[in-house]
T-cell receptor, first 116, second 110 residues
Framework: DSGVTQTPKHLITATGQRVTLRCSPR?????VYWYQQSLDQGLQFLIQ???????AKGNILERFSAQQFPDLHSELNLSSLELGDSALYFC???????????????FGSGTRLTVV | AQRVTQPEKLLSVFKGAPVELKCNYS??????LFWYVQYSRQRLQLLLR??SRESIKGFTADLNKGETSFHLKKPFAQEEDSAMYYC????????????FGKGTKLTVNP
């Protein structure tokens, strides 16, 4: 167990629907990152939050949004789902957004989203 | 712009053979580089970070700033090393994030 918890593990939904993925960071970590992993695009950075505030945005579609709550857990909302949104969505956390002796991030086990 | 390139999508070696997974980066600042491993589409696990110059599971990686490379090496591959390996660059500044290469799938054959 890495300490980063993601729920649900699997999600199957229809096109056009909306889903919410949840992430609880490792205890003490303030920063949360969301990544999308698909077979053709590899690991794509979506968005980063630090202590409740958005810090960085990557290749995140307008149909997607995220937030980090006061208890530091984060949710990634995906709406108007398309077949191409099927992927593994990973959450990662770190202590701060700045470098910490190069410790990198701790990843969760991911949520596998299948859009049918 | 920051970029991480892993030129090999697939790499297959026999057990006991040396293995080298290539990683090149493009970054204007001072790079911090990592190797992550992913077994069977599970979570990514940190394997190595260049700053610590450590050896994990027999793997080593040396940062070569002249060649902008951070290749991962192991002298004698084991079957349990079969996995996806991702090289990652940690950018600095306000929009700090880990930028990943597309990964190399390593298969170690018996």
């Amino acid at each position: 167990d890495s300490g980063v918890t993601q729920t649900p593990k699997h999600l199957i939904t229809a096109t056009g629907q909306r889903v919410t993925l949840r992430c609880s960071p490792r205890s003490g970590d303030l920063s949360v990152y969301w990544y999308q992993q698909s077979l053709d695009q590899g690991l794509q950075f979506l968005i980063q939050y630090y202590n409740g505030e958005e810090r960085a945005k990557g290749n995140i579609l307008e149909r997607f949004s995220a937030q980090q709550f006061p208890d530091l857990h984060s949710e990634l909302n995906l709406s108007s789902l398309e077949l191409g949104d099927s992927a593994l969505y990973f959450c990662a956390s770190s202590l701060t957004p700045s470098r910490q002796g190069g410790y990198g991030y701790t990843f969760g086990s991911g949520t596998r989203l299948t859009v049918v | 712009a920051q970029r991480v390139t892993q030129p090999e999508k697939l790499l297959s070696v026999f057990k006991g053979a040396p293995v080298e997974l290539k990683c090149n980066y493009s970054y204007s600042g001072s790079p911090e580089l990592f190797w992550y491993v992913q077994y069977s589409r599970q979570r990514l696990q940190l394997l190595l970070r260049h700053i610590s110059r450590e050896s994990i599971k027999g793997f080593t990686a040396d940062l070569n700033k002249g060649e902008t490379s951070f290749h991962l090496k192991k002298p004698f591959a084991q079957e349990e090393d079969s996995a996806m390996y991702y090289c990652a660059l940690l950018t600095q500044g306000g929009s700090e994030k880990l930028v990943f290469g597309k990964g190399t799938k390593l298969t170690v054959n018996p």
